[in-house]
């Protein structure tokens, strides 16, 4: 079963209101790479994974894309929030305002409403996982084409956390991926006929320690910073990362979302 927490995973506070942004914004909730997509893309394929630690970590990472879901939706929300008529025409958002009024709706940027077919299930985990390395990239790099549109630190604070997500994703999946990939090639077949049981669920990977998961950046939590500081540094020593400006540079402003907005814009 799931239970709800009842605060944000990284805390979401937009002051200014930005129409624009936020129509673009929509596609991480209802686009092809988008949260939505990844939550159901992982929690359905979890099904199926051969093992505990397949079910696991799609079921962690699968929960995980619920808490984005919600961020996103709050920030549209907030990029919203008291818009006149006049500037929900001016923005291009009329049509939805016809539809929907001011609320949401799952599209993307270019208001395709979303759909299943965003996503694929085979059964075989390998080429499961695949698809799901895939969509971790894609939506890493959605998220930084998103930072490229706006320049407000409220809005590209959360956007850089999220693009972090993806990478921590992507290099958890990439493991899995490996260790079946491994286990098949000396010839052991037989977790392809594992089955699974629901209980196998309560196993969880324990991918991600509570205090990473959840992002303060304005608490002076020690542990929180220097696990999420590891494991950056770790993943960008075994190249697990995309290229950022500077490594060193990266980790010093990591609680400063505006500057290293700026550095990831200026790598571009
Ligand atoms: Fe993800």
Request: proline fraction near 4%; glycine fraction near 6%.
């Amino acid at each position: 079963m799931f239970s709800y927490q009842k605060r944000l995973q990284y805390p979401i506070d937009i002051k200014k209101k930005d129409l624009r942004l936020a129509k673009y914004l929509v596609t991480q909730y209802g686009g092809a790479n988008g949260e939505l997509a990844a939550a159901l893309r992982y929690l359905n394929q979890r099904v199926t994974m051969p093992d505990n630690r397949g079910k696991a970590l799609l079921t962690d990472i699968g929960t995980e894309e619920l808490a984005h879901v919600e961020m996103i939706q709050t920030m549209i929300y907030q990029l919203m929030k008291g818009a006149t008529i006049e500037e929900l025409k001016r923005a291009g958002l009329d049509t939805h305002y016809a539809e929907h009024n001011k609320a949401l709706y799952p599209t993307d940027a270019e208001g395709v409403p979303f759909t299943v077919a965003y996503f694929a299930t085979t059964g075989d985990p390998l080429a499961d996982l695949s698809e799901d390395m895939a969509a971790e990239q894609k939506a890493r790099a959605v998220y930084e084409n998103l930072i490229d549109l706006t320049d407000d630190p409220d809005v590209i604070g959360p956007l850089l956390w999220l693009r972090q997500r993806e990478i921590v994703h992507f290099t958890r999946f990439k493991e899995l991926f490996e260790y079946y990939e491994k286990k098949l090639k000396n010839g052991n077949n037989e977790w392809k006929d594992m089955g699974y049981s629901g209980d196998e669920y309560m196993d969880s990977s324990n991918f991600m320690e509570e205090d990473e998961m959840f992002f303060m950046p304005n608490q002076n939590n020690s542990t929180n910073t220097n696990s999420y500081k590891n494991k950056m540094q770790k993943e960008a020593d075994n190249n697990m990362m995309p290229a950022l400006p500077n490594n060193d540079d990266i980790l010093q402003n990591l609680y400063n979302p505006f500057e290293l907005g700026n550095m990831i814009m200026r790598r571009m």
